[in-house]
C-alpha cells in the first residue's frame, strides 16, 4: 500500500522538527511541498531541507497554492494538488507532505486530507505534528500562554476585526498570526476592548530564521505604526491582572 506522511515542520527551525519527522523525511522516496507560485521557494521545503540528503536521490516536487480568498479557485486548486499528490504518491510508494507549523492548525493539508481520503483511500496517510509558531514565541517572549481558567485565542491573518472585537472582549491571551501590517488596528482594537495599557505585549518577526527579531512591551507603550512589519509577524498580548 502507498504511504503519505504529512509533516508539520515547525515555524522556521530546523531543529524543531521532531524525530519521527525526521524519519519519516528519511524514508521517504518523494518529498512534496507547497509553495505560494512556481518561481518561489517553498517556506515548509526551506525548514526540512538540511535533513535532506540529496545522496539518497529523494525527488522533490513542488505544489502550488495561490494566495487567493476565491473560493473557486481554492476549490479548483485543492482539486488538482490532490490528484497531483495521489499520482505522485503511488508512484513513489512513500512521500511526505511538508507543512510550516502543524498539519491541523491553518494549514493547506487539511483541504488535501479531506479529498485523499474520500478519492484514494488505497493510500495509506499518517500525520506527524509539529510545533506551532504561538508556542515557540512564547517561549522566546517568556510569555505564558494561559493560566488556570484563563482563556486563548489564536487568530489566523485574514481576520475580521469586527469579530476579533468580540473575541477580546472575553479572552486572556490572544495570539495574531502572519500578517504584520494588520497589527497597527489589532493594537487600537485592543485598547478599544478594555486591555489595559499595562497588558504585556510581544511582537515577533520571522521566528526561527537567521532574521527572527523579538520585542516585548506593554500595550501601552508599544507603536502602534507597523508599517515596516514582515509579512510572518506574530503579535502575543495578556490581559494585565487588573485589566
Not at 506551532?132 to 491573518?157: C, D, H, N, Q, Y
Not at 472585537?165 to 490572544?174: P, V
Not at 494588520?182 to 505585549?201: H, K, M, T, W
Request: charged share 25%; aromatic share 6%.
Amino acid at each position: 500500500m502507498a504511504r503519505l506522511t504529512a509533516i508539520g515542520c515547525g515555524p522556521g527551525d530546523p531543529d524543531l522538527i521532531t524525530i519521527k519527522a525526521k524519519k519519516a523525511i528519511d524514508a521517504a522516496r518523494t518529498i512534496l511541498c507547497p509553495a505560494s507560485r512556481e518561481d518561489r521557494p517553498s517556506i515548509a521545503l526551506s525548514i526540512a531541507r538540511p535533513l535532506i540528503d540529496p545522496a539518497r536521490g529523494q525527488r522533490v516536487v513542488k505544489l502550488v497554492f495561490p494566495m487567493t480568498r476565491d473560493p473557486a479557485v481554492l476549490e479548483e486548486t485543492w482539486d488538482r494538488n490532490a490528484e497531483e499528490m495521489a499520482r505522485e504518491v503511488e508512484a513513489a510508494g512513500s512521500a511526505v507532505y511538508l507543512t510550516v507549523g502543524d498539519p491541523y492548525l491553518y494549514s493547506t493539508w487539511m483541504y488535501l486530507h479531506a479529498r485523499l481520503s474520500r478519492d484514494h483511500p488505497e493510500i495509506e496517510i499518517d500525520v506527524v505534528p509539529g510545533i506551532v509558531s504561538a508556542f515557540m514565541f512564547a517561549s522566546r517572549a517568556g510569555m505564558s500562554l494561559a493560566e488556570g481558567a484563563e482563556k486563548l485565542t489564536i487568530v489566523p491573518s485574514c481576520y475580521d476585526l469586527t469579530q476579533v472585537r468580540e473575541l477580546a472582549r472575553s479572552s486572556d491571551t490572544m495570539v495574531f498570526l502572519k500578517d504584520g501590517q494588520y497589527f497597527g488596528q489589532v493594537i487600537e482594537l485592543l485598547r478599544e476592548a478594555g486591555y489595559a495599557p499595562d497588558s504585556p505585549l510581544a511582537i515577533g518577526q520571522d521566528l526561527g530564521t537567521e532574521r527572527e527579531r523579538v520585542t516585548k512591551t506593554t500595550l501601552g507603550e508599544v507603536d502602534a505604526d507597523t508599517s515596516q512589519m514582515r509579512y510572518f509577524s506574530i503579535l502575543m498580548v495578556r490581559r494585565a491582572r487588573n485589566g
